[in-house]
């Protein structure tokens, strides 16, 4: 190990606290030195083949000319300017086109700087605007078991009551009210009575709810469960019958991961309120949007305090507006329908043997999305360093080992991370 790699953990080890890790005893992080295409460099001179794509975010892969032109050509201008009281043509722009590309009728875009900021600006939005009509008895949320919508408290409130972390947090989180997940899978065929719950929760208590809030097709953090379009497509129905907003979450799934540009289309479905975020810019830099139709845009307007009360210090920066507008024209511009679609062809065909595996409960597929359930936890410390001696960057949770690659990812690459997760599936998780 090299003295500087050495350093640099140590300092690591003294002051950084990681994601969902332990401050005092974590298992060590490994140094990226840089990272290119699909490739992860590491500080002792390895390579990572990133199966994560970054937390789902980079569906370019890394070092892209044009993000980064679009970096240094917005930082030549302006690098930051508050958007309380002043505008700025990036961001006009990109509010223009995910109007563009989002489903009629939403016709506002609210900016703000993570994933879990954009869920808790929707939560505001539902909440408001029922204040703005004069019935402030709808102030309780439904969301769907199962779901993963964002660490911040009001997010947090609607993710699963179980695996959502509420036992730690349930003396300040608000009190939502919880549908089942629905267990009609994504090419099942489809029935209402797999939406019973939901159906039951909305006729007993509508007058209380404000919104039904949950992801569309793909449920992410929560576990990785695919769910059939009916189910989208009788959530609206439902919501349309009993006067109740819908909120969907395609902060994991937007821009492309299932298929559809976004994963509602599936459904043939536009929400009230929906929020983006992750591979926004392509994984560049850190930003997200919450955009909403125009009725409610108008009643939240109409009433005092005649405004949405949220207000990000980095909502629409320039910097992270300019690169989200490349990364969207990149996408566009490329053949990206027909990656994913092979992505996901090669997916089910190199994970299916895994079926065979012990202790291996369930093998999906759905886009670039390839997710290996075991019947139980897997053994962080043991399963990552498996992955990276074989030369893949994987991040397992739960019961799950799961791959969500970048959509430039070449046959070749994915073959080494659908090889990995077999082998390491097979020798420590059985």
């Known amino acids: ?50 199966g994560m794509s970054s937390w789902w975010a980079a569906i370019h892969g890394y070092g892209v000319p044009e993000l980064k032109q679009a970096l240094t050509d917005q930082a030549g201008r302006m690098t930051h300017v508050m958007l ?18 989002t489903p009629e009728p ?17 939560l505001k939005m539902a909440l ?64 209402d009575a797999h939406a019973a719950s939901l159906e039951s929760m909305l006729g007993r208590h509508a007058d209380d709810i404000a919104a039904v809030v949950f992801e569309p097709i793909v449920q992410g953090a929560g576990g990785m469960r695919f769910h059939s379009p ?55 830099m850190s930003l ?9 845009a ?15 210090t980095f909502m629409g920066n320039p910097l992270a507006a300019s690169v989200a507008l490349a990364s969207i024209e990149l996408l566009l511009g490329s053949p990206w329908r027909e990656r994913v679609a092979r992505i996901e062809a090669q997916l089910e065909r190199e994970l299916a043997p895994c079926r065979q595996l012990p202790g291996v409960a369930d093998v999906r597929v759905l886009g670039a999305i390839g997710v ?19 030369g893949a960057w994987l991040r397992p949770f739960g019961k799950l080992v799961y791959t969500m690659p970048p959509f430039v990812i070449d046959p070749a690459d994915l073959t080494l991370v659908t090889r990995a997760i077999y082998e390491v599936v097979r020798e420590h998780c059985g």
């Open 106 to 122: 939403l016709t506002r875009v609210f900016m703000s700087d993570s994933g879990s900021v954009a869920v808790e600006v929707a």
């Open 372 to 390: 290996v359930e075991l019947t139980r936890p897997v053994d962080m410390r043991v399963v990552t360093p498996a992955f990276v001696a074989r």
């Open 1 to 50: 190990m090299a003295s500087d790699e050495a350093e640099l953990l140590a300092l690591d080890r003294a002051h950084v606290w990681h994601p969902y890790a332990s401050a005092i005893d974590p298992f060590p992080p490994y140094v990226v030195e840089s990272a290119d295409g699909v490739r992860l460099r590491l500080a002792d001179g390895r390579e990572l083949v990133d």
């Open 288 to 296: 997200a949007a919450t955009l909403c139709t125009e009725n409610v």
């Open 298 to 312: 108008r009643v939240i307007s109409g009433a005092p305090p005649h405004a949405l009360m949220h207000g990000p």
């Open 128 to 191: 408001q605007y029922w204040q703005s009509r004069g019935r402030p008895r709808k102030g309780k949320l439904l969301a769907v078991r199962g779901g993963y919508h964002g660490d911040t408290l009001g997010a947090m409130s609607v993710c699963d009551p179980v695996t959502g972390m509420h036992s730690l947090f349930r003396s300040i989180l608000p009190e939502q009210l919880f549908a089942d997940a629905p267990a009609c899978g994504f090419a099942e065929p489809w029935s």
């Open 230 to 284: 009916g189910f989208v497509r009788r959530a609206r129905e439902l919501c349309d019958r009993h006067d109740v907003l819908l909120v969907l979450d395609e902060i994991a799934t937007g821009f492309g991961r299932t298929g559809k540009l976004f994963a509602c289309e599936h459904a043939g479905v536009a929400p009230d309120i929906l929020c983006l975020g992750k591979a926004l810019t392509g994984g560049t």
């Open 84 to 101: 309380g009281g002043l505008t700025h043509e990036p961001v006009v722009r990109l509010c223009e086109r995910l109007v563009e590309l």
